[in-house]
Structures are given as C-alpha cells and as structure tokens.
C-alpha cells in the first residue's frame, strides 16, 4: 500500500500551515484555546501544542508491584537512547527535558492476539491527541505469551489525529513489551527508538517498522 512521499507531506505541513493561519486570523478571541490540535512535521513530536518528549507507561496488574523498577528500567533506557542517537538533535527531542510517567490515557492494556501490521492500542482517533509521544504496555510473560506470541515487543497505533476530510495520521505511538525485554540492548537499541519515530540503532530479528515518517491511514484505518 502507498506511503505518502516527502514531497506529498511538505504539501500536507503547508496546507495545515494556511490552515493554522487562518484560523488565527479569522477573528477569534486572543488567547482562545483551539478545538483541535495541529500536526506539525518540524520534528518527531508531531503535534503542535506538545512541548516535550513524554513517554507514559501502563503496567499488567500482576506487576504492579515492580512498577518503580519497570519504570526506572526504562528511564535508562531513554537516557542511553537520547546519549548515543544520532537523530535525537534533529527530532526535536533535546528541546525540553523527556519525561517518562506512570499511566496512560485510557489505561487498558491490550488483550488477544496483536499481529505487527495494522495493530493499534491506546486512544486512538481524536481531535485533540494526548501530551504522550510514545505508551509503552509492560506485559507480564503470561499476558506477553497471548498478545506477543514469541515476540519481545511490538510496535501499533497508540493516538491518530484527522488532518483532512479522508485522511488521519499517527501522532503517538504505542510499544507493548515483555518486562523482561527492559533494559535489553534489543529493546533500548531496536524497539524504544522505533517507538519513538526513530529509526533504529541496530537490527533486530523481531519484525519493526523502520520508515521513521508518521503513518497516514485513511478514515477506513487503510494505510496510505
């Protein structure tokens, strides 16, 4: 199925520029917050009114009492991946201090079986997406078993946001991952860039997305 082109996004980013601006000059009160958010291409945070790299986690209640480590496990894994990767720069990343926090929007863990093309967790559509970049879903081994199979994690839509009358695209992106695969060189190298729009430090023999664009999918949920 087809990707949009670089060319085709700039057409995008430019429309919603016109778009942004005429709104702000068609008469509203100064300072009235907007309806709807804005997709923005300057950068991996994808929507406009975010302002810092913010990654939630959601536990399975059967580890909730290792929360605090899972989540310090992985702080040092976003802290090696903003050291060493060489995109963190250009995505924006550095422009504000990354935060990772305990619970996300709408706080179901997945259930059944994900396959790798299509998957979506979190939210989903929604005119005004959530300050979160990245969910991250910590599955225990028996949970990971029924929604992974044999995989380490997977990668699915957490947030999409509409920017045309047939056309959303992906602004959060969830990670659903074995808590054993924290703080693993495949997850910190591998799936937590991906997860964050970047592409990879090093291969991975699990299947992962590697086009660091935003997905665009029409209203049907097809990608484009």
Do not use: I, N
């Not at 016109?18 to 702000?24: F, Q, T, Y």
């Not at 929507?47 to 929360?67: H, I, K």
């Not at 299947?207 to 665009?216: E, L, R």
């Amino acid at each position: 199925m087809k990707k949009l082109s670089m060319r085709e996004w700039a057409h995008v980013a430019a429309m919603l520029g016109v778009l942004v601006a005429g709104v702000r000059c068609g008469g509203g009160l100064e300072g009235e917050e907007s309806e709807h958010a804005h997709l923005t291409l300057e950068g991996g945070l994808l929507v406009a009114e975010r302002g810092a790299l913010q990654v939630c986690v959601e536990v399975a209640p059967s580890l909730e009492g290792r929360s605090e480590e899972l989540l310090g496990a992985l702080k040092g894994d976003l802290a090696e991946v903003e050291r060493s990767h060489p995109d963190w720069g250009k995505a924006r990343y550095g422009q504000a201090p990354a935060s990772v926090r305990l619970g996300c929007p709408g706080g179901a863990l997945p259930s059944g079986r994900l396959e790798a093309k299509g998957a979506m967790v979190g939210p989903g559509l929604s005119t005004r997406p959530s300050a979160f970049r990245t969910f991250v879903y910590v599955l225990d081994d028996a949970k990971a078993d029924e929604v992974l199979g044999g995989q380490q994690a997977l990668r699915a839509r957490a947030e999409s946001l509409k920017v045309g009358d047939h056309l959303v695209v992906e602004v959060s992106t969830a990670l659903v991952v074995r808590a054993s695969a924290l703080g693993t060189g495949s997850f910190r190298d591998a799936w937590l860039p991906t997860g964050l729009g970047l592409r990879p430090l090093s291969a991975t023999s699990e299947p992962a997305v590697v086009d660091v664009m935003p997905k665009s999918y029409d209203m049907g949920g097809v990608a484009k």
